[in-house]
């Protein structure tokens, strides 16, 4: 059954015991030599009659004591020197708040624009909008008198009438205020 011969090789590279009979598989070594100082990230290596070695990381020395008619042993669990500690696993990134985002071995070209629910960042934001346009003054009054009523709105019907009034007024400069439009309309 132990058909195969390995070496011990501590984590310092030190070579602890050769010759040890053994049965290899693929995730563990089996050997009833009960007196060898195995630990976590010793190697264990077995030379094949092609000349190449395997070579496999110990990743639990696995001592079992004796009883009833069977001696005491290792069934060590190994990996081969190659392959990975672990396997590999599935990554979920929950992430939020305003401008969040990953860039995994990319570059960021985006641009975003941040509007908190506060109808007064809102608000402010639309008036900055206009301030830095080049909107014709009627129309700019119109929607600054319509921004005004929607600050000074004391509850949800009148802010709804002063959007009503944005809205009309602002009707043919969206591309303006396009990207605050949507924070606008959380507001109603």
């Given at each position: 059954?132990?058909?195969?011969?390995?070496?011990?090789?501590?984590?310092?590279?030190?070579?602890?015991?050769?010759?040890?009979?053994?049965?290899?598989?693929?995730?563990?070594?089996?050997?009833?030599?009960?007196?060898?100082?195995?630990?976590?990230?010793?190697?264990?290596l077995r030379s094949l009659p092609s000349g190449l070695v395997d070579e496999?990381?110990?990743?639990?020395?696995?001592?079992?004591?004796?009883?009833?008619?069977?001696?005491?042993?290792?069934?060590?669990?190994?990996?081969?020197?190659?392959s990975p500690a672990a396997q590999p696993s599935t990554i979920i990134n929950?992430?939020?708040?305003?401008?969040?985002?990953?860039?995994?071995?990319?570059?960021?070209?985006?641009?975003?624009?941040?509007?908190?629910?506060?109808?007064?960042?809102?608000?402010?934001?639309?008036?900055?909008?206009?301030?830095?346009?080049?909107?014709e003054k009627e129309d700019a009054r119109a929607i600054r008198r319509a921004?005004?009523?929607?600050?000074?709105?004391?509850?949800?019907?009148?802010?709804?009438?002063?959007?009503?009034?944005?809205?009309?007024?602002?009707?043919?400069?969206?591309?303006?205020?396009?990207?605050?439009?949507?924070?606008?309309?959380?507001?109603?």
């Amino acid at each position: 059954m132990l058909n195969d011969l390995v070496t011990l090789v501590k984590k310092d590279g030190t070579v602890s015991k050769e010759n040890i009979k053994a049965m290899v598989q693929s995730t563990k070594i089996f050997m009833e030599d009960a007196t060898l100082p195995i630990e976590s990230g010793d190697r264990l290596l077995r030379s094949l009659p092609s000349g190449l070695v395997d070579e496999y990381i110990v990743e639990d020395p696995g001592f079992y004591s004796g009883m009833s008619g069977m001696k005491a042993h290792f069934q060590t669990k190994v990996r081969r020197s190659g392959s990975p500690a672990a396997q590999p696993s599935t990554i979920i990134n929950n992430i939020q708040g305003q401008n969040a985002r990953v860039n995994i071995n990319s570059t960021d070209n985006s641009q975003n624009i941040a509007i908190s629910s506060d109808g007064a960042e809102v608000l402010k934001a639309i008036r900055k909008e206009l301030e830095n346009s080049d909107i014709e003054k009627e129309d700019a009054r119109a929607i600054r008198r319509a921004i005004e009523e929607m600050e000074d709105a004391k509850d949800k019907g009148s802010f709804k009438d002063g959007y009503v009034n944005f809205m009309s007024a602002a009707a043919n400069h969206v591309a303006v205020f396009g990207p605050l439009l949507g924070a606008l309309a959380g507001l109603l």
